[in-house]
Each structure stands twice: as structure tokens, then as C-alpha cells.
């Protein structure tokens, strides 16, 4: 062989030793290792530098816990190809965990002093302590004085995150006396000019026990019933029972429309109310741990989150593939890719994350697949990608997903998916158990098809399961094929199935099964060129609700209102491409544009709904397009039960809609992960 041969031969073995090859992590190795099967590396840090520029390959990861310290971060250095990706997965399925909390041992009783402020006397017995500074773990983090959800430490225990001491342990406490705002009247539609935190009369003489010097917060509703924090408690008055607020409350105190309506709330991080198994008290000035375990410390492991950042963050990575993982415990995000492409987090385990679940920003082609993300502060998937200027699709989507008990922390936040930008897709995923809807979306070209959704709403009210608003030009989007069924009606203006909020317009909801347990199947909260068509809405107080809110409540130009046609200029609706796409839209200021006007309702079914049609009074008739829609009592249809009777059973619709001419058949065997 020719010397420049040899010597090319050489140069590109070190470049690319491990392209297309295995390499495998232990938490029993050594990253002094060579990393192969029968030595593996200690540490998924060290795999990720030793694959670095080889182009894709597989790392293994052995069953157990693997601690991180730091994210795991990758680049474009860890791209993989379309022939060879960059493989991160478990030698088992779910028996590899990336792990971003810490052990506690070291507990013991409590010192007499502590246990003298503990309110329950069984509480005294059996609150054990750690140190956790004499065991070397870093200062705790100062909580801001409000929040939703912040990325802040928490106690895991038999995998599953504790409560930090709260009062009352269930439920809500509430006050209907404001004693200071803290905020203006409305100046346009909900929105206050804040001035400072507000004060209240507290509904008891509980405050005179705690000592408000540890940091106690509230956390509730503390003006409107879809906008929830946590604010620090400054200070109480036992005489008068006033307490004062630290936190400033984004819409002031106090729902300035009803002034004596209850404001929910309950009382966190308060040591003296540590009075029941699984909750816990951080005492973040003097780092120690106050914990009521609900099972043998030494026998199961009590877990401290401590990683801050996502847990797995990649940047312009392309061609990666998270599989079989379970990831978990973290101050943050589980998963955060920004700006990569081509990548897929599959039949992963996303749990117990102070923040969210699998974020996605920016990039292309990436796809959540067949996992499951429960027990998250906010969120469990996000996606914002895909250009709306240019109409260029993002193409990522959350597909065969169980998504669920998200929104600990953030209940405004705490949906299973979050969609934005253009063209991306969320289908075939079950989803329940989120404070507030269970899906939210905003920009063009989504499709939302095949989910099942139920016990969502189940804290806020004017709120919608699937939910979008307050943009004309966020178009083309399509809900379809949703069976949306045993979800929480609140007072006040209640939950909807689909919500098309503040003027959204240009959607089509299509081929929905809505089954009780919301106020709505659908409202259409003065939107314009909207398509209603071929819905299932079974057992309601309305079906389809109607208002003209757009004179109301907006003016097109003015600062602080919605800022309809501000949106539109930021997108170029006047664009040929988007004349194009869009035309009902190039025209939109020619025809009263705050009018509910376009929008098309044809062959939907209403089986026993009080209210059909339910137009506001402000809505003429003529304003709309209504056609083969169906009015059916229960009696028409015996095979469909009352959401009281019995669980429904899709299989029973086909009887439905073979009876009814010109309904399109919903391919119910498509819906939720089984679908697939």
C-alpha cells in the first residue's frame, strides 16, 4: 500500500473511530474505561465527549441510576447522519435512568425546639431531619416572591414528588375582603394597572402560629379563576387577621367584577403545617430537610432534585434519538431541543420535573413518540416550530403519547401538549389530569387529531380542553377526530371542549366527540371564518355558543387591547403568499371586521344538549352559515347512555351517524395511542 494511503488510512481512524459503533455507560464503570461492553464508562458525560464529530452510533446505557450533576449537553458535534443516527438509549426498556437528584441520608428526630412548632403532636413522632449542608449538598435556592413554576429543588420518594407543607392539606381556604388591591379598575376588558402586593382578610386566626420569617407562600386565584401564582407572604396581623402580600399578583387582588366572591387559595411551604405522611418542609436559609416519610427511609431512597437546566439539553443537534429512558427527577426541564432537526424522543419516562416535560423550540422533523410525562410543574410537551411568515411547516409533532398529573406548580400552564409556529401536529395521544385544558395551540397549519382527553379543567374556569385565542391570522389549524368526554364544568364562566377564544379565527373543528363534563362544546368567543362541522355533542347544557366580544372588548389599534390587525402586519398577511393561503383574511378590514361573521356550521349532532345553539345577544342569525345540523333527545338515540349511567362506548356511535345522511364517519378506532 502506498505511504499516502496508510497515512490517509490512519488520519481518518482518528477522526472517526466510533461512527456507527456502541459504546456503553455503567454506573458501575469507569470513565477511565475504554467504554465497550465488558468495560464501560461511568458516566453518560463521557460517552457524549467520546461521540463527539463520529457522525451517529449507539450509547448504551446500563439498567440503574445515572446521576447527573449537570445537563447533559450536546451540539452539532453530536449530530448523527440519516443513515446512522446518534442513539442514546437503555440496554432495557425503562431501566436506564438519567437522574438529576441526589440521595439524603443522615435523618434523625427532630430537635425538641422544631418540634415544639409543629401544630399536630403526631407530627412530633414521626417528622425526621437531615442536614443537608454537613452532607456537602449546595445552598438551596431562594424562591422568588411569585411565581408558577420555578426551578427549584424537590423531595422524591418511591418516585413520586413529595408536598412541600401546606394548610389546608386539602382543598382551599378562601377570603371574600380585600383590604388593599394593590391595583386599578379594569382599564380595558380584564386588565389592571398593578401597583403594588395587596393585603386580605384572612378566613381565620391560623397565620398567628407560623413564622412567616421561613418564606411561607400562597398559592391561588387571586383575582380571576384562569390566572393562578404563588406570592410570599409579607406579613400577618393576628388583631385584624390582615396579611399582607410580598408577591405582586399580575391582575391585583381581589376580582374587581364580583366583590364578594371567594378567592381560592391554600398556604405552602409553612413548617408548622408539616402534619401529615409525604410532606415536607426545606428550610433553604439553614439547609436542612424536614420530612414525614411515608415509608422506611433506609429501605427507600428519599431523592433531593438538584439539576437546574433540562436534564438532556441539545442545541443544533440533528439526527438524535433519545429511546427507552426514563428521565426524572430535575429542577427543570426533562428534555429541551432547541434548533435541532431530524431527532425523536421515543418510549421514553419523563417524570417528577419542577418545570416541564419535553420542550421543543426553533428546528425540524422532531417527534415525541410513544412516551409518557407525568408529574411536571407546568407542562408536559411543548412545540414551537415552523416559520408563520413564510408559512414554512415545522413538522414535529407528539404522537402515541400518555401525557398526565401535569401542572403542580403552574396550573395555568399545565397541559398535556402546547403547540406553536407552523405545521406540527399532536395525534393519537391520551391525556388527563391537568389543573387547566389539556391542550392549547397558537400560528398555522396544526393539525390536532385522534386524542382522547378527560379530567382536565379540573381547577380553572373559562378554559377550554383543546384552547386557542386572540389572533385573526393564526389560521388553517385543525381540530379533528377528539374524543373529549369526563372532564370539570367550574362556575363561573366554566370549560368548553373547544375554545376558540378572543376572536380566533380561520380554524375548522371537525369530527369531534364530546361526551358531558363540560359547560360547551364549542365557544366561538366572536371570531370570524371558522368551520364547525360534523361534531358529536352528547349530553350538554350548550353545544355550539356564539358571541360578538370583538366591539366589546378590543379596539384594533390601541395599546393594551389585543392588537388583532398588529398581528396580522407582523406575519405579512398582505403578502402574496399569504393572499394566497388566507384570502378571507387580505380582506378582513373591508367588512366590519370585529363582527363574528364566515363562520360555517354544518352537520353536527346535538343528543339531549339543553342548548344547541346558544347565540349571545348580540349575534344575528344571519351572521352565520348553519346547515344539517340535528337536534336528538335521548330517546332517539337509547344506545348512548347519560354521563351519570355508565362509561360510553364508541363502538355504539355507528348507529348514530349511519342514521343521520351527509355525516362524515369518525374513524373512532384511530383514537388515543391504541390507534396507531
Known amino acids: 500500500m502506498p505511504r499516502c494511503n496508510v497515512v490517509a488510512c490512519a488520519v481518518l481512524c482518528l477522526v ?29 458525560g463521557k460517552a457524549l465527549a467520546a461521540m463527539r464529530g463520529a457522525g451517529g452510533g449507539t450509547v448504551w446505557l ?42 439524603v441520608t443522615g435523618f434523625g428526630p427532630v430537635a425538641p425546639e422544631d418540634a415544639r412548632r409543629l401544630l399536630a403532636a403526631q407530627a412530633r413522632k414521626h417528622v425526621l431531619v437531615a442536614d443537608l449542608k454537613a452532607q456537602g449538598f449546595p445552598k438551596l435556592r431562594d424562591l422568588p416572591d411569585a411565581y408558577q413554576a420555578v426551578a427549584c429543588e424537590e423531595v422524591i420518594f418511591a418516585d413520586r414528588p413529595m408536598q412541600s407543607a401546606r394548610w389546608p392539606n386539602e382543598g382551599f381556604a378562601a377570603f371574600t375582603e380585600v383590604i388593599d388591591a394593590g391595583a386599578s379598575k379594569p382599564v380595558h376588558w380584564v386588565r389592571r394597572e398593578v401597583y403594588r402586593p395587596g393585603a386580605f382578610r384572612f378566613p381565620s386566626d391560623r397565620p398567628k402560629a407560623w413564622d412567616f420569617s421561613q418564606g411561607i407562600y400562597l398559592h391561588g386565584f387571586w383575582c380571576y379563576d384562569w390566572c393562578d401564582q404563588a406570592l410570599r407572604a409579607a406579613a400577618y396581623n393576628a388583631k385584624t387577621r390582615e396579611l399582607r402580600l410580598a408577591g405582586t399578583s399580575r391582575y391585583g387582588i381581589g376580582n374587581p367584577w ?21 410532606e415536607y418542609h426545606l428550610d433553604r436559609k439553614g439547609g436542612k430537610l424536614y420530612f414525614w416519610p411515608p415509608g422506611d427511609v433506609n429501605k427507600t431512597p428519599v431523592e433531593l432534585s438538584l439539576c437546574r437546566g433540562a436534564l438532556v439539553q441539545a442545541s443544533r443537534t440533528s439526527h438524535l434519538v433519545l429511546r427507552d429512558l426514563v428521565i426524572e427527577n430535575g429542577c427543570g426541564w426533562g428534555v429541551q431541543l432547541s434548533a435541532c432537526a431530524h431527532s425523536r424522543v421515543e418510549n421514553c419516562l419523563v417524570r417528577n420535573m419542577a418545570l416541564g416535560g419535553i420542550h421543543c423550540t426553533g428546528g425540524s422533523d422532531n417527534h415525541v413518540v410513544r412516551c409518557e410525562v407525568t408529574q411536571t410543574g407546568s407542562r408536559a410537551v411543548s412545540l414551537y416550530a415552523g416559520d408563520r411568515k413564510t408559512l414554512r411547516k415545522g413538522n414535529c409533532s407528539v404522537v402515541g403519547s400518555h401525557l398526565h398529573h401535569v401542572g403542580r406548580a403552574d396550573w395555568q400552564g399545565g397541559r398535556g401538549v402546547t403547540l406553536g409556529g407552523c405545521g406540527n401536529r399532536a395525534a393519537h395521544n391520551l391525556i388527563h389530569h391537568c389543573p387547566t385544558g389539556g391542550v392549547s395551540y397558537g400560528g398555522n397549519e396544526h393539525v390536532l387529531e385522534l386524542n382522547e382527553v378527560h379530567h382536565v379543567c379540573l381547577l380553572y374556569s373559562d378554559v377550554g380542553v383543546f384552547y386557542t385565542g386572540r389572533d385573526w391570522a393564526s389560521r388553517g389549524n385543525v381540530v379533528r377526530w377528539n374524543y373529549i368526554h369526563s372532564n370539570t364544568n367550574r362556575l363561573g364562566h366554566g370549560s368548553q371542549a373547544i375554545y376558540l377564544d378572543d376572536c380566533d379565527s380561520g380554524d375548522r373543528v371537525v369530527g369531534n366527540i364530546v361526551y358531558g363534563g363540560v359547560g360547551r362544546g364549542v365557544l366561538l368567543g366572536g371570531g370570524r371564518d371558522n368551520t364547525i362541522a360534523g361534531n358529536l355533542f352528547l349530553f350538554l347544557p350548550k353545544g355550539i355558543h356564539v358571541d360578538a366580544r370583538g366591539p366589546r372588548g378590543i379596539t384594533l389599534d390601541k395599546p393594551g387591547s389585543w392588537n388583532l390587525k398588529a398581528k396580522c402586519e407582523a406575519v405579512g398577511y398582505q403578502s402574496p403568499l399569504w393572499k394566497k393561503a388566507y384570502p378571507k383574511l387580505a380582506v378582513v378590514l373591508e367588512n366590519q371586521p370585529l363582527l363574528p361573521m364566515g363562520n360555517v356550521m354544518r ?9 344547541p345553539f346558544a347565540l349571545a345577544r348580540d349575534v344575528k342569525a344571519e351572521w352565520l352559515t348553519r346547515e344539517g345540523n340535528r337536534e336528538l333527545k335521548a330517546a332517539d338515540a337509547p344506545f348512548l347512555p347519560a354521563p351519570s349511567a355508565r362509561p360510553l362506548d364508541l363502538k355504539q356511535l355507528p348507529k348514530l351517524w349511519k342514521a343521520l345522511p351527509g355525516f362524515q364517519a369518525i374513524p373512532i378506532e384511530k383514537i388515543g395511542p391504541k390507534g396507531m
Open 16 to 44: 472517526t473511530p466510533l461512527a456507527g459503533k456502541d459504546v456503553y455507560v455503567s454506573p458501575q464503570g469507569n470513565d477511565a474505561n475504554p467504554g465497550t461492553q465488558a468495560r464501560p464508562f461511568g458516566t453518560v
Open 258 to 278: 364580583h366583590k364578594t366572591s371567594r378567592r381560592r387559595f391554600y398556604a405552602l411551604h409553612v413548617f408548622e403545617e408539616l402534619d401529615r405522611p409525604g
Open 62 to 103: 446500563a439498567a440503574g441510576r445515572h446521576r447527573l450533576a449537570a445537563p447533559l449537553a450536546l451540539d452539532a458535534s453530536h449530530s448523527g447522519s440519516k443513515a446512522v443516527a446518534l442513539t442514546i438509549r437503555s440496554v432495557a426498556g425503562h431501566k436506564a435512568r438519567i437522574t438529576g437528584s441526589r440521595r
Open 603 to 611: 352537520h353536527n349532532v346535538f343528543v339531549e344538549c339543553k342548548q
